[in-house]
């Protein structure tokens, strides 16, 4: 939902078009940098707000520089959709220590299942874009917020991420229904 009103407003095709690398290369250096920032935040304490900004931004620029430039490929949209599961994992690692593991372990699976409900009921020809909340760029957008707050407020930390983990697991679960009503009447 956030990535598609963004589209609207700021033409990030014709941006893309101007940027000479490809996008799978952006699409792996959002991975790297997601991951590379692990042990950067854990081990010397750089803020995770800065690798969260930087890979999502990365993220976001390998489709436009797809479809800016007329290279959109099935193989492309894969590598995307499967380093954004590791991506998603490094975000949540960055807050070890920080929150009961559990919580981060719960929050993990509600994300994966967000994206998992949307790939299986697509996979079943159900369309699924945009059905319910909690889609990447907004799970992207609230672990940054919660990162720069961490950065001034540590102890809204474990709130924030309470709250994450109750958001996507209720919107794990709605999209999941979502996908079994759909089905179910077909």
């Not at 609207?8 to 920032?37: E, F, Q, Y």
């Not at 499967?82 to 929050?107: K, M």
Request: with cysteine; net charge positive.
């Amino acid at each position: 939902m956030v990535s598609e009103k963004l589209r609207r407003v700021v033409n990030l095709d014709r941006i893309g078009r101007r940027i000479p690398l490809s996008p799978n290369l952006l699409t792996l250096a959002s991975g790297l940098v997601a991951w590379g920032g692990v042990p950067l935040v854990l081990i010397y304490g750089f803020p995770p707000w800065l690798f969260i900004l930087v890979s999502g931004l990365l993220d976001g620029l390998d489709g436009a520089v797809a479809r800016g430039r007329g290279v959109v490929s099935r193989g492309g949209a894969f590598l995307d959709s499967f380093l954004d599961r590791y991506s998603d994992a490094a975000y949540l690692a960055y807050f070890w220590g920080r929150v009961d593991p559990l919580v981060i372990y719960v929050a993990l699976v509600g994300t994966y299942a967000i994206s998992y409900a949307r790939c299986r009921g697509e996979a079943l020809g159900v369309e699924v874009r945009g059905v319910g909340f909690m889609e990447r760029g907004e799970r992207v957008a609230y672990l940054f917020l919660v990162a720069v707050a961490a950065s001034a407020f540590p102890l809204l930390v474990s709130p924030l991420l309470y709250l994450y983990t109750a958001l996507v697991s209720a919107a794990a679960l709605y999209r999941g229904f979502a996908v079994f009503r759909r089905l179910s009447f077909k």
